[in-house]
């Protein structure tokens, strides 16, 4: 995706579910994009509590998972050859895209990870922040932003 539409922080968010932009954008508040996405992929639940005993982001699935979360989405916005047809649906789509690319994004990454665009979409939004804040060429020059 050469060109990502540069959107600000409250329109990303604005194509989440009230429950789901809520509960984000307190996240946001307390810490950067890249905590929050670490958070969210590895909370019990809507809560956002620990497990009893602490944190989840120990747990190797969770890292594992996490891990391979940053690399699809990375592969998707950066050019990977997988991802090229939703990417040219994005780019041909007419009107305001931000909620189309976010659903086109979840679903898609939901498939590769097995899990579910709903449980996706808070976290594709928080990554979408960050690369908007960046550009994505710039971000997607980073050695390692994941």
Known sequence: MNVLPNYSEAEWLSTLKPYQSSSIE???EK???EAVV???LS???ATLRSPFG???RDDPYVKRFIEKFK???RDFICGGEKYEGERESISGFQG???TYIVSI???SLAVVLGSSAAYLAPVIVVMLIAVSKMGVNAWCSLEDNS
Do not use: P, T
Request: aromatic share 8%; proline share 0%.
């Open 71 to 73: 690399k699809e989405f």
């Open 96 to 98: 305001d895209a931000k």
């Open 54 to 56: 602490g944190s989840r």
């Open 31 to 33: 810490d950067n994009e």
């Open 26 to 28: 307190i996240l946001l």
């Open 105 to 107: 994004m979840s679903s």
């Open 43 to 45: 909370s019990e639940g």
């Open 38 to 40: 670490d958070i969210w």
